[in-house]
C-alpha cells in the first residue's frame, strides 16, 4: 500500500502486504499490531470486525453488517480462520473476480436468511415453538439473601427428546444454543472458544465469551460448582467471560443463571491428587505375594536332589 492505512480493513491488507500475518488469519494474530495501546484499535473492534464483515464460501454464515448490506471483506475459510477477500498476494485481475464472487455470494446468503426468517439453512438446534424472549424469575441463592434472575427456557417435546441420552455437559450447551437463537434469532453466531471459555459468541455488532456449567440440580448447586482449567480461571477472573449455569437440565423448563465473577462468586483454589496404592517390595523374601503352586507335592525326594552343606 503506498498511502497510510485509514480503515480497519485497510489495515489488515497492510499487515498481509507486509507479511505480518498468514494468507489464512485469526482474530488473535491481528491483536498484537491493531489493538490499544500499540494499535489504533479497542480490543472488540478486532475481534468482532472479522466477523461482522465476513462471509462463508461454503455455508450459511454472514456477518451481522453484511446481513444489513455492507460488502464483505473477508472469507470465512474455517472455525474462526478468515482471508482477505481482496488478498495482496493475489494480481488485480483475480481481486476484482474476488470482489464480485463475494458480492453474489452475500445476495444469496440475505436471500436464504430471509426465506428462512432469520435462522440459518440447516440449523442445528431448532428454534423455540414461542420466539418470545424467555421470561425471568428470581431464586434465593443458597445461603445467601440475593436474588439471582433465572432465564427460563421453556422447551418443547421435540427439544426434550432430542436431549435424551446426552450427557449434561451436552444438555447444557444445548439449552444455551436454545435461549440465544431465541433471543436473537439469525443475528447470533455461536463458535466453540477453546482460550479458557466454551463458547464465543457473535450478536448485534458485538460479542460475548461464555463458560457453560450444567446440573441436573434444579438450584444452582454451589458445592458441585467448580472449574477445572487455569485458563478458564482467568477468563473469568478477568472479566472476559461470563458463566451460564444451567439448572435442571433434564427438565420441560430448564433456567440459566448468568453469573459473573466478584460480584455473584468468587474462585477458590482446591488442588486435588490423585492416591495411588503402592505394592510394598521386601528385599528378603523376593517372592512373597507372587503366585505359586505345588507339583506332586506328597511324592519322595530322590537322594540325589538333596544339597549336602558341610
Do not use: C
Amino acid at each position: 500500500m503506498n498511502q497510510t492505512p485509514a480503515t480497519f480493513w485497510e489495515h489488515v491488507f497492510d499487515l498481509r502486504e507486509r507479511g505480518q500475518i498468514p494468507r489464512v488469519w485469526k482474530t488473535g494474530q491481528l491483536s498484537e499490531f491493531l489493538e490499544h495501546p500499540i494499535g489504533p484499535y479497542s480490543p472488540g473492534t478486532v475481534t468482532t470486525d472479522p466477523f461482522n464483515y465476513s462471509i462463508s464460501m461454503r455455508g450459511d454464515k454472514i456477518g451481522y453488517f453484511v446481513q444489513k448490506g455492507q460488502a464483505p471483506k473477508a472469507w470465512r475459510v474455517g472455525r474462526g480462520q478468515f482471508r482477505l477477500i481482496a488478498d495482496p498476494e493475489d494480481d488485480m485481475q483475480t481481486q476484482e473476480a474476488e470482489r464480485s464472487r463475494a458480492v453474489k455470494r452475500a445476495a444469496e446468503l440475505r436471500s436464504q436468511k430471509r426465506q428462512t426468517n432469520g435462522h440459518p439453512v440447516g440449523a442445528a438446534i431448532p428454534p423455540l415453538d414461542h420466539p418470545e424472549r424467555p421470561s425471568l424469575q428470581a431464586e434465593s441463592a443458597p445461603g445467601s439473601s440475593e436474588l439471582y434472575p433465572a432465564i427460563i427456557v421453556a422447551l418443547t417435546p421435540t427439544q426434550r427428546q432430542a436431549l435424551a441420552g446426552r450427557s449434561t455437559e451436552q444438555k447444557a450447551m444445548f439449552i444455551v444454543h436454545t435461549h440465544l437463537a431465541s433471543k436473537y434469532g439469525g443475528q447470533v453466531e455461536i463458535e466453540e472458544d477453546h482460550d479458557g471459555a466454551d463458547l464465543r459468541v457473535y450478536m448485534s455488532g458485538k460479542s460475548e465469551r461464555i463458560e457453560v456449567k450444567g446440573t441436573e440440580s434444579p438450584t444452582i448447586a454451589w458445592p458441585k460448582l467448580k472449574v477445572s482449567s487455569q485458563k478458564s480461571h482467568d477468563a473469568l477472573r478477568n472479566g472476559e467471560t461470563s458463566m451460564y449455569r444451567v439448572v435442571d437440565v433434564s427438565g420441560a423448563n430448564p433456567r440459566i443463571y448468568i453469573l459473573t465473577y466478584g460480584r455473584h462468586f468468587t474462585l477458590e483454589p482446591e488442588p486435588r491428587w490423585a492416591v495411588k496404592r503402592v505394592t510394598p517390595k521386601d528385599d528378603r523374601y523376593p517372592m512373597r505375594g507372587e503366585p505359586y503352586r505345588y507339583d506332586l507335592p506328597y511324592d519322595p525326594v530322590a537322594t540325589d536332589e538333596w544339597e549336602a552343606r558341610g
